[in-house]
């Protein structure tokens, strides 16, 4: 099984470029995340969804955007990215107040210059 | 504000020590605490606790929460180098959002 799958897996960007980070799971999750992770300051959520055609904004959602247009898959955009953005991001999928089955993607560095 | 707080940072102990690492924390509408292990990549699950004074167990790996005083505790006995990883608290709020701490950095000497 794929479980969690995101792509890129790294990426380097120069300040005012833009991006798209994929996030596609196969375990029919309802619903999906986006953290970033910065050095010294855990998990912060971006965005999350809970169902298809559905956002949230979660913490940090400033400079981002997301669409959950198919269930299986949960799209993170950088419409100008800032130095601010350089981090590492992980998408999440799980089932409805099954947090303990969280599943986490492999992760995608992304740097900004 | 929500927040989860973990101590220490970080620590380096030698093989065999045991550890206790710490997690405090102030959220809104608490269901449950997790406690993830980071090694590299993606976090991987460790613990869920709902209920205080329950312990949970892993082999060598144990966690207790205590929900009148906010807190959480994970101890590792007998640690070994496979240990060294990133120790990460979140806890679980009514409304489908985790919360998660900064991290403990946990190195294991050999």
């Known amino acids: 099984n794929a479980g969690v799958t995101q792509t890129p897996k790294f990426r380097v960007l120069k300040t005012g470029q833009s991006m798209t980070l994929l996030c596609a799971q196969d375990?029919?999750?309802?619903?999906m995340y986006w953290y970033r992770q910065d050095p010294g300051m855990g998990l912060r959520l971006i965005h999350y969804?809970?169902?298809?055609?559905?956002?949230a904004k979660g913490e940090v959602p400033d400079g981002y955007n997301v669409s959950r247009l198919k269930k299986q898959n949960f799209l993170l955009g950088l419409e100008s990215a800032a130095p601010s953005q350089t981090s590492v991001y992980f998408c999440?999928?799980?089932?409805?107040?099954?947090?303990?089955?969280?599943?986490f993607g492999s992760g995608t560095q992304l740097s900004v210059l | 504000e929500d927040k989860v707080v973990q101590s220490p940072l970080s620590l380096v102990v030698h093989e065999g020590d045991t550890v206790t690492l710490n997690c405090s924390y102030e959220?809104?509408?608490?269901?449950?605490l997790l406690w993830y292990k980071q090694e590299k990549k993606a976090p991987t699950f460790l613990f869920m606790l709902?209920?205080?004074?329950i312990e949970k167990k892993s082999g060598r790996l144990s966690s207790i929460l205590d929900k009148k005083e906010l807190f959480s505790i994970l101890n590792i006995t007998a640690t070994q180098t496979g240990d060294s990883a990133v120790y990460l608290c979140?806890?679980?709020?009514?409304?489908?959002?985790?919360?998660f701490g900064a991290g403990t950095i946990l190195r294991v000497k050999s």
């Open positions: 979140a806890v679980d709020e009514y409304g489908n959002k985790l919360v």
């Open positions: 969804s809970v169902g298809e055609g559905t956002t």
């Open positions: 709902t209920s205080s004074g």
């Open positions: 959220v809104t509408n608490f269901r449950s």
């Open positions: 375990m029919n999750h309802e619903y």
């Open positions: 999440a999928s799980s089932d409805p107040g099954r947090n303990e089955k969280l599943f």
